[in-house]
């Protein structure tokens, strides 16, 4: 009879949550078709502007997803990034080789996991100080080793995918990206079925959750770990390398700009899921192009100001005002063997 | 009871039954003590087989060695008369061994069915096919008797349905033997009796099961044949026809036990602690305490019978000072006391043996010295003008140790280096040494050895005879019945009965405890 209570509360709760959802989607695409009506172009620009935004944070918090589902605590996003937009960028100005960038780029982020993982999983070091170990080199090494003045002989282009591209509004926001960010998306959609649907995402999320009994029934505790970690490092490197390759085209020092705590953030608010998470960018994103738009219309209150929205929002969700949401229980905790 | 025909029948057919596995000669230290010392014992197949012992006899250290979470320093393993070497459970479980750990073993906020892939995964393709599994899991269900809710998440079910999944679990792998660690420690005395019946089942088709446990009554009810270790050794092997009760307890502790407390009748008094309409919400607005009014006398036990977590330990609390509680009138001698901060509840004579001893009843970093006087250093003679007087409370804690048996090395020995059961001397030591009128004794004797144990029952009698009143809160029935002179009964927040120990039965009690209100 308990059981019965607690099943239905759970399909109540469900259709609400999707009523809620529904609700809000049609609020969204109504409020934007009302924009496009009025001023077709500065629609299309703010929802372009939503999504260069979204990209980096959208893979940033794939890499925290990663690491923090198979219990390991990553505050190092930011630093993964920043290394790995400049060690892409170097390449790019040495060779010129945009692919080669780009793998150059996912492949130190993976690396920097690995440092990640060694020292949670291996030295069992404290997370929080070993991401940290990471932010500070990471902004000491790259600055250093920064010259300006270098050139490139370009950045990542648009690819129009065919007549999709052609479809008004939609096709130029979402069908005519640069190669990552078709990347970011697949990897949304690609994130959500590993983790949710296959056995590798089973045995992440419990070794997350309660790493012992996965060790018990035979799952190998820090292999899942560790190849988890590299796999964030990737998405990461990848966010890095969006960054110099696609979006800036250059590199500046310090260029994150806070972005991987910001995909903490989107984590956080996006409850450890891949979907959600990409929405919960996509929502900063928004909140940033508005905030571009606020400056260029000549709002009377001083730029600053406005472009603190995306850093208040970080510290509204973080802080806890958005919903409960519960990390896995495991997180933080080094895994011993008895 | 209908299975005594069925025992002497297995006994009839031990000699015929074949050996499943052995561990021969088995030694496992750990750094300064040896858990398992030439310990050798066979399964044979289809049996129970229960392993018996105090806490730290080694039980659980061998079947983990068998069940590859740690590896042995000496001693070898046969399954089915092969060598069989088991460096993880990965390999356990290929070899058809699962284990029901004593803590569950079960990821909280995955479902049954989540649970029962996790680690057997059945795959169709890149990915997981939860159909197939979910039928897997609905036919070992039925075929067992053990239904479940396969979609049913596991932190929202009751334990004894957890325990449910965790026997499924390993079904779910084609176990063919099972290690049960304590696995009643957690139930009613009905789910006790259920969980038999699904033992036996499983022992019908030929699953074969070790019962690690150290309650002698279970052992008799369920076992074919009995292990007997102490301090890492085994010490015995007998079957529940050889033997008994007493027979079981001495072979366990080294030598006779009383296991009935002696005890004169109750010489009441008036009452000293006095609870009315209790009601606590915990943080989720749910009700942990219900409407709860009882009285304590003096001179009597009032004991709590009521499985783990029905609101025991946010009720001890409440009276205890440690929790704010949403309405309801405590009183101490005929005194109000109204959320009152601990320190005056001690000072109005409480004494509180907590029940997490590690966690709220010492410092574990503090030299008894300092762990003796928690409650009284602020006061003459510990100290004076706020200057504590260090022999006053070295003189006190050479004392307490004396008269409370506590062995330790020295009075400064830290807290933390003594075994369970001095540390809960330690503890009652320093409570029961103030002028006190009321002990609140949550769990008392949990993970003690059986000496400790017979201490503190005697202890708590003791008090009693002197005109105290006792309020103990167990989940072990038997201590409830043998300790108190009235018996109330907690499910869910509530007090659903307070019975006359001498009047009441265990099956009534047991009842009680899971909710069952008879008319």
């Known amino acids: 009879m308990i059981s019965k209570t607690v099943d239905k509360k759970r399909e109540l709760s469900i259709n609400w949550k999707l009523l809620r959802q529904v609700i809000l989607g049609l609020v969204i695409v109504a409020a934007i078709l009302f924009f496009n009506a009025r001023s077709p172009e500065k629609t299309s620009a703010v929802l372009s502007s939503t999504l260069r935004y979204a990209v980096p944070l959208i893979l940033g918090a794939l890499c925290g997803i990663f690491c923090e589902r198979a219990g390991i605590v990553n505050i190092g996003i930011e630093g993964q990034m920043l290394f790995s937009a400049f060690l892409s960028y170097m390449t790019n100005v040495w060779t010129g080789n945009l692919l080669l960038s780009l793998l150059v780029g996912m492949l130190t982020g993976a690396v920097l996991g690995l440092f990640l993982a060694f020292l949670s999983i291996k030295l069992k070091l404290n997370q929080t100080i070993g991401g940290t170990v990471i932010n500070i080199l990471a902004t000491g090494i790259t600055g250093y080793f920064y010259q300006t003045g270098l050139t490139t002989q370009g950045k990542l282009w648009n690819i129009p995918l065919g007549p999709l591209a052609k479809i008004p509004l939609i096709g130029p926001v979402l069908f005519n990206n640069p190669p990552i960010t078709y990347i970011a998306i697949l990897l949304v959609i690609f994130s959500q079925v590993l983790l949710f649907h296959t056995r590798w995402g089973l045995r992440t999320r419990a070794v997350g959750e309660h790493p012992r009994a996965a060790d018990t029934l035979g799952v190998d505790v820090f292999k899942i770990r560790y190849w988890n970690v590299i796999i964030g490092g990737v998405m990461a490197g990848l966010a890095g390398s969006f960054l110099t390759l696609e979006g800036v085209g250059m590199f500046e020092r310090g260029m994150t700009n806070g972005r991987g705590f910001i995909a903490l953030a989107v984590m956080i608010f996006g409850k450890w899921n891949p979907i959600s998470s990409a929405l919960a960018a996509l929502f900063f994103g928004f909140a940033n192009a508005m905030q571009i738009q606020l400056q260029f219309m000549g709002i009377q209150i001083p730029h600053q100001f406005v472009g603190m929205i995306p850093y208040l929002l970080t510290i509204i969700v973080v802080s806890g005002f958005v919903g409960r949401s519960r990390a896995p229980a495991a997180e933080g905790i080094p895994y011993e063997k008895e | ?20 596995l052995e561990a021969k000669h088995i030694y496992k230290t750990f750094p300064g003590t040896v858990a398992n010392d030439d310990v050798s014992l066979e399964l044979r197949k289809g049996e129970v087989l229960a392993l018996l012992g105090e806490n730290g006899a080694g039980k659980s250290t061998l079947m983990n060695v068998i069940y590859g979470l740690y590896t042995q320093d000496k001693g070898e393993i046969f399954l089915n008369g092969e060598p069989y070497a088991i460096d993880n459970p990965h390999d356990a479980i290929n070899a058809g061994i699962g284990m029901v750990h004593q803590h569950f073993m079960l990821v909280p906020v995955f479902s049954v069915l989540e649970n029962m892939m996790l680690g057997a995964e059945t795959t169709k393709g890149p990915f997981l096919n939860k159909k197939a599994a979910e039928a897997k899991l609905r036919d070992l269900s039925e075929s067992f008797g053990l239904e479940i809710d396969p979609h049913a998440i596991i932190e929202e079910l009751p334990v004894g349905l957890q325990q449910r999944v965790e026997i499924l679990k390993a079904l779910y792998r084609d176990v063919e033997i099972l290690i049960l660690d304590e696995p009643t420690a957690v139930l009613t005395p009905q789910e006790t009796e259920e969980l038999f019946k699904i033992m036996r089942r499983l022992t019908e088709r030929g699953v074969s099961i070790v019962f690690i446990t150290h309650k002698l009554k279970e052992v008799l ?80 036990v009032l004991g709590i019978a009521g499985v783990q977590g029905n609101g025991q330990s946010e009720f001890v609390e409440a009276i205890t000072g440690l929790r704010r509680y949403n309405s309801g009138e405590i009183r101490i001698d005929g005194k109000r006391m ?126 009693r005879d002197a005109g105290v009143g006792v309020l103990l809160v167990s989940s072990e029935l038997d201590e409830i019945m043998s300790i108190s002179d009235r018996i109330a009964v907690i499910y869910r927040g509530e007090i659903l009965a307070v019975l006359d120990a001498a009047e009441a039965s265990r099956e009534e009690i047991g009842l009680l405890m899971a909710g069952h209100i008879s008319e």
């Open chain 2, 1 to 20: 009871m209908d299975n005594t025909y069925s025992k002497t029948a297995d006994a009839l057919m031990d000699t015929d039954k074949s050996v499943i």
């Open chain 2, 338 to 463: 109204p959320q009152e901060k601990p320190r005056t509840l001690v000072e109005h004579g409480m004494a509180h043996i907590p029940e997490d001893r590690q966690k709220h009843g010492l410092v574990l970093q503090y030299p008894l010295t300092s762990n003796f006087v928690l409650c009284t250093y602020y006061r003459e003679p510990f100290s004076r003008h706020g200057i504590l007087n260090e022999n006053e409370i070295l003189r006190n804690a050479e004392e307490l140790m004396e008269r409370f048996d506590v062995r330790a090395p020295s009075p400064v020995t830290v807290a933390g280096d003594l075994s369970g059961g001095n540390q809960q001397k330690v503890i009652v030591g320093r409570e029961l040494s103030r002028e006190v009128s009321l002990v609140i004794a949550n769990q008392p004797t949990r993970g003690l050895d059986v000496g400790s144990i017979e201490y503190i029952h005697k202890t708590l009698i003791e008090m």
């Open chain 2, 221 to 300: 009810a369920v076992a074919d044949r009995i292990i007997i270790m102490r301090r890492g050794k085994v010490v015995g092997t007998t079957t529940p026809a050889e033997t008994d009760e007493h027979g079981l307890a001495s072979m366990m502790v080294g030598r006779e036990v009383i296991l009935e407390v002696e005890k004169a009748p109750a010489q009441v008094g008036k009452v000293v602690l006095e609870i009315e309409h209790l009601n606590i919400h915990d943080n989720n607005q749910m009700h942990s305490v219900r409407d709860i009014s009882l009285s304590v006398r003096a001179g009597e």
